[in-house]
T-cell receptor, first 114, second 111 residues
């Protein structure tokens, strides 16, 4: 399985500001995903980060609010822009396994917007 | 809309007993099925996957898949307090690489 480093692990941010979350993988992976998990809830897919092209966003999520970069096969960033308290959540980076569809996760970023 | 359903629980099981967790899915063409364990404040970790009908055993864990009935289950034998966590069922769609996630079942193992 891949080793995934995600940072920051947590942050407290002022409303109206932006936070960029980084995800680094120890091997090249095809698919990288960004999820949000609100307290007591399951995972909601924000977008799929595609290397060399724009991310693919799920319904309800837009690029202006959650810009994503994927400059190579081992790294991606998710920015949460113009934050409001409703953005307080855990954000998770995930990668697929080689030849399979099972997902492996970074440690998550616990974001609190005040 | 592709869906994965789980009982949210909490499911309370005495230590040493068998914990049974169930999941149903709507996409009949789904090919891959996963169980993840998530401790409070931690990210999900993969504990089992199954692709074919029948049972798959790994230590104290057994995954069961019945594609005709569209359900997948996870049995945990000799339950331990350390098994207390939320268990997430995820299903891989036939059409693409995405996983569809259930809401999770909270399992409590009582000493």
């Amino acid at each position: 399985s891949a080793v995934i480093s995600q940072k920051p692990s947590r942050d407290i941010c002022q409303r109206g500001t932006s936070l960029t979350i980084q995800c680094q993988v120890d091997s090249q992976v095809t698919m990288m995903f960004w999820y949000r998990q609100q307290p007591g809830q399951s995972l909601t897919l924000i977008a799929t980060a595609n290397q060399g092209s724009e991310a693919t966003y799920e319904s309800g999520f837009v690029i202006d609010k959650f810009p994503i970069s994927r400059p190579n096969l081992t790294f991606s960033t998710l920015t949460v822009s113009n934050m409001s308290p409703e953005d307080s959540s855990i954000y998770l980076c995930s990668v697929d396994s080689t030849g399979g569809t099972e997902a492996f996760f970074g440690q998550g970023t616990r974001l609190t917007v005040v | 809309q592709k869906e994965v359903e789980q009982n949210s629980g909490p499911l309370s099981v005495p230590e040493g007993a068998i914990a049974s967790l169930n999941c149903t899915y709507s996409d009949r063409g789904s090919q891959s099925f996963f169980w993840y364990r998530q401790y409070s404040g931690k990210s999900p970790e993969l504990i089992m996957f199954i692709y074919s009908n029948g049972d798959k055993e790994d230590g104290r864990f057994t995954a069961q898949l019945n594609k005709a009935s569209q359900y997948v289950s996870l049995l945990i034998r000799d339950s331990q307090p350390s098994d207390s966590a939320t268990y997430l069922c995820a299903v891989g769609l036939a059409s693409n690489y995405q996983l569809i996630w259930g809401a999770g079942t909270k399992l409590i193992i009582k000493p």
